[in-house]
T-cell receptor, first 115, second 111 residues
């Protein structure tokens, strides 16, 4: 019974289009994150949210926009897609940000391919 | 330079052998986590271990924070241990619990 759900599992998009990656967690956590893993780079932090507020953003491009409609949702909208955006995008969550609550748990990922 | 360095980059074992994976980090880390990535891609948290030693099953993690290093020991390896092991830190000063990952150690355990 998965506790962090990411949809879709696989996604193929054309250059210039826009896609939304879905993430929901049922762990009762207050903090959520997005990471990216591509063939060219190691796992890379993108965003962190706590109680639906942005805490840290390491993504240089404004084409990546997280959207949090509920505390347990953190979707990722990507506009003007480029082939370099091809990667597996992982959503993660933790109980909180504090030292004793910071262990992060990862979802299964969405593999995005941009043609 | 790379903030999290892992060694070795890859390792091949015969089933039953032990393994020691190393993680060194250049920034003071407030938190440290070890992950296992299945060959199919799923990431599993093995240890949240900012300092000290933790055990679970055949795995032991030891972090010496002031020496900026951590290790993951796998005893009596099994073929199902094959996959990639990542060390990740949250550097001091990070406001958002940002994890910075190493490039991983690819472990292959032969029957």
């Amino acid at each position: 019974d998965p506790k962090i759900i990411q949809k879709p599992k696989y996604l193929v998009a054309v250059t210039g289009s826009e896609k939304i990656l879905i993430c929901e967690q049922y762990l009762g956590h207050n903090a959520m994150y997005w990471y990216r893993q591509s063939a060219k780079k190691p796992l890379e932090f993108m965003f962190s949210y706590s109680y639906q507020k942005l805490m840290d953003n390491q993504t240089a491009s404004s084409r990546f926009q997280p959207q949090s409609s509920k505390k347990n949702h953190l979707d990722l909208q990507i506009t003007a897609l480029k082939p370099d955006d091809s990667a597996t995008y992982f959503c993660a969550s933790s109980q909180g940000l504090g030292y004793n609550y910071a262990e992060q748990f990862f979802g299964p990922g969405t593999r995005l391919t941009v043609l | 330079g790379q903030q999290v360095q892992q060694s070795p980059a890859s390792l091949v074992l015969q089933e039953g052998e032990n393994a020691e994976l190393q993680c060194n980090f250049s920034s003071t880390a407030t938190r440290l986590q070890w992950f296992y990535q299945h060959p199919g891609g799923r990431l599993v948290s093995l240890f949240y271990n900012p300092s000290g030693t933790k055990h679970t099953g055949r795995l032991t993690s030891t972090t010496v924070t002031n020496e900026r290093r951590s290790s993951l020991h796998i005893s009596s390896s099994q073929t199902t241990d094959s996959g990639t092991y990542f060390c990740a830190i949250d550097p001091l000063g990070s406001s958002g619990n940002k994890l910075i990952f190493g490039i991983g150690t690819l472990l292959s355990v032969k029957p």
